[in-house]
């Protein structure tokens, strides 16, 4: 129940759910990694999978009621059933050079491939054939995605008796597919991106037992393909939303400082950690 600012009612909801989901997840690591006779030198390839797969059905009977202005009220008794499969694959190959004693590089590049499927159907309950039977189009879409990235990155690590400095950076070149159906209208959306990734980690000793560590990640987050695309999400009778196909991505900063403190000896200690996330 809602009221506007002089106290009168606006709009007043009951709903009453009953939902059954279903779960399935293969995921696999492989990891190689070979070492050279020069020290610190090696050479790694990782490879990872992640295929899942979800499959929802959901009874929904509400009622929204509108005591002002001309619109009718929402009422609803429907059957939602939503299917979503994942699959992602990564390769990430890495070597490692030592330059002296205390410095090491790291190049190489990251492969990732990702597809996304959406698949919701709403019925809406008929009384003559007591089931769900009629298919809803306002509450019914099919979306899917694509991403093709490649990754080069460099690194680098400095390593002194009391101070140990990790620099990465990363450009990401992403081929961005999506595509929805929805009212009966299919929709291609293309996106391109070149996007930078890096962290810098310094950690300085004090002593065996003290140390500080200052950490900053700058990162960047795709849109999803329901944010990017034009199909309305009417699930909620009071709140719609759309895609917008002009998001940008989401830039992060992110800025920690981790104080530690620990005697080995009595196995006692304590840490101040502190971290501050900027968009």
């Known amino acids: 129940f809602s009221e506007d600012e002089n106290g009168q009612a606006l709009n007043q909801s009951s709903s009453e759910s009953n939902s059954k989901n279903e779960n399935t997840n293969f995921s696999n690591g492989i990891n190689f990694n070979k070492t050279f006779e020069k020290e610190a030198r090696n050479f790694s390839v990782v490879f990872n999978n992640n295929n899942t797969r979800s499959d929802g059905n959901v009874l929904n009977r509400s009622e929204t009621v509108f005591y002002q202005g001309n619109k009718p009220n929402d009422e609803r008794n429907q059957n939602s059933k939503n299917n979503v499969t994942t699959d992602s694959y990564t390769v990430d190959l890495e070597y490692t050079e030592p330059i002296t004693d205390s410095l090491r590089i790291r190049f190489g590049s990251d492969f990732d491939w990702e597809k996304t499927v959406n698949d919701k159907n709403t019925f809406n309950y008929n009384a003559s054939t007591d089931s769900y039977s009629d298919l809803d189009l306002s509450l019914t879409n099919y979306i899917s995605s694509r991403q093709n990235s490649i990754s080069p990155k460099f690194g680098i690590t400095w390593q002194k008796r009391k101070f140990t400095l990790n620099l990465n950076s990363q450009t990401s070149i992403i081929d961005y597919d999506n595509h929805s159906l929805y009212l009966n209208k299919a929709t291609d959306l293309n996106k391109k991106y070149v996007l930078p990734f890096g962290n810098l980690q ?27 695309l034009p199909v309305i999400d009417l699930s909620n009778p009071l709140n719609s939303i759309i895609g917008n196909p002009n998001l940008n991505p989401i830039e992060k900063n992110s800025v920690s400082i981790n104080f530690r ?16 996330d900027y968009y």
């Open 261 to 276: 403190n620990f005697d080995f000896r009595t196995r006692s200690g304590y840490s101040v950690f502190a971290k501050t």
């Open 202 to 228: 310094l950690r300085y000793k004090f002593s065996r037992s003290k140390n500080l560590t200052f950490r900053y990640d700058y990162s960047n987050a795709l849109p999803t393909a329901t944010q990017l």
